[in-house]
C-alpha cells in the first residue's frame, strides 16, 4: 500500500496510479509528462520497464517551459511522511514493498514475464548456446542442481579468488540496471552470482544457513523465477525462535541486510516448493581475497 501526495488516501500501489489522474487535488499535466513516468516508476508501477533507466533522456527546453513545468509538478515534491515515492538527482530509486523481518526487503514483480521467460531460457541453455554452463547435481546446503558466475569464493581457505565464468548476459540486460535503483543495493557492484534449480518431485530442498558474513558485502539479492515457494526464518540468536515462513511469488526479488542478513538462517524445504519447478538467482559482491 502507498498513499496519495494530494489527499493522503491510502491504496493499494497498483491502483496509485488510476487514482492519482482523477484526484482532484492534482494540476494537470500533459500525457507524456516526464514527472509522470518518475511516479509510475517510483511506485512500483512500471518498474518491469525498465531496461536502463539511467538512459532516459530529458528533452531540451526553455526557461520559461522548465518554470512552468516545475510549478506543475511541484505537487509530488513536497515532502510527505506517509508516501514512499522518493528520486535522486539523476532520476529515480525502486523502494522495497514489504519487510516482514527486520532487514529483509521484498521487490514483488521485479521483473516482467517476458523479463522471467528470457532469463530462464539462457539459464536452460535455448538462448546464448555459446556461453551455456549446464546445470550440475549440489549437495552444497541441500539438494539441488545448480550453476555459478564470477569471482570464487573458497569458504575452507577462506579466499576470494578471479572469476572462473563471467556473469551472464540476463544479469547486464535485465537485473543490473533495476539493482542501481535500490537503495540497499548502494556501495555494492555484484560480482559473483549463482543460480539454483529445485524440483519438488525430486525431493529438492535448502537447508537453513546463514550466508558467510565475512567474505561478501552485507547485501544479498535473491530473485525467485517460475515458482512460488515459502522461505523459512529462523532468528539464531535466541533460544526457541519463532520459525517466520515468508512467501516468496514467482519474479519477486528480497533483499538480506541487517539482521536478516546475519542474525537469522534461511533455508526451503520440499514440501515448502508450492510450484514443481521453482529456480533462483543468487547476486552478491565478494572483494577479492588472496
Not at 517476458?114 to 550440475?136: C, R, V
Not at 558467510?212 to 515459502?230: F, H, M, T, V, W
Not at 522461505?231 to 519474479?251: A, G, Q
Request: proline share 6%.
Amino acid at each position: 500500500f502507498s498513499c496519495c501526495p494530494l489527499c493522503q488516501a491510502c491504496m493499494p500501489i497498483h491502483a496509485l496510479l488510476v487514482h492519482a489522474e482523477n484526484c482532484k487535488g492534482r494540476v494537470e499535466t500533459p500525457d507524456n509528462d516526464e514527472e509522470t513516468t518518475i511516479l509510475a516508476v517510483a511506485v512500483g508501477k512500471d518498474c518491469n520497464n525498465l531496461t536502463n533507466p539511467l538512459s532516459l533522456k530529458r528533452p531540451q527546453e526553455d526557461n520559461h517551459t522548465k518554470d512552468r513545468k516545475r510549478q506543475k509538478v511541484e505537487w509530488w515534491k513536497r515532502p510527505n511522511r506517509h508516501s514512499k515515492l522518493s528520486t535522486k538527482a539523476i532520476g529515480i530509486t525502486i523502494e522495497s514493498v514489504f519487510e516482514p523481518i527486520s532487514g529483509l526487503h521484498l521487490f514483488p514483480n521485479f521483473i516482467s514475464e517476458q523479463e522471467e521467460q528470457s532469463i530462464i531460457a539462457e539459464l536452460d541453455g535455448k538462448k546464448n548456446h555459446e556461453k551455456y554452463l549446464p546445470w550440475k547435481a549440489s549437495r552444497f546446503n541441500g539438494r539441488h542442481q545448480g550453476k555459478r558466475w564470477g569471482v570464487h569464493c573458497n569458504l575452507r581457505d577462506r579466499k576470494v579468488s578471479e572469476a572462473e565464468n563471467p556473469l551472464p548476459d540476463f544479469f547486464f540486460a535485465i537485473l543490473l540496471p533495476k539493482l542501481k535503483l535500490i537503495k540497499q543495493m548502494e556501495g555494492c557492484l555484484p560480482n559473483e552470482a549463482n543460480a539454483i534449480d529445485y524440483q519438488r518431485r525430486k525431493g529438492d530442498f535448502l537447508k537453513d544457513h546463514v550466508d558467510d558474513r565475512q567474505l561478501s558485502k552485507e547485501p544479498i539479492a535473491n530473485l525467485s523465477i517460475i515458482g512460488d515457494c515459502y522461505m523459512t526464518f529462523i532468528n539464531t540468536k535466541i533460544d526457541h525462535p519463532n520459525h517466520n515462513r515468508v512467501l516468496l511469488p514467482r519474479r519477486t526479488l528480497q533483499i538480506l541486510t541487517g539482521k536478516a542478513r546475519y542474525d537469522f538462517s534461511h533455508g526451503i524445504k520440499n514440501e515448502d516448493l508450492i510450484s514443481d519447478r521453482r529456480v533462483s538467482v543468487t547476486m552478491r559482491e565478494s572483494p577479492l581475497r588472496t
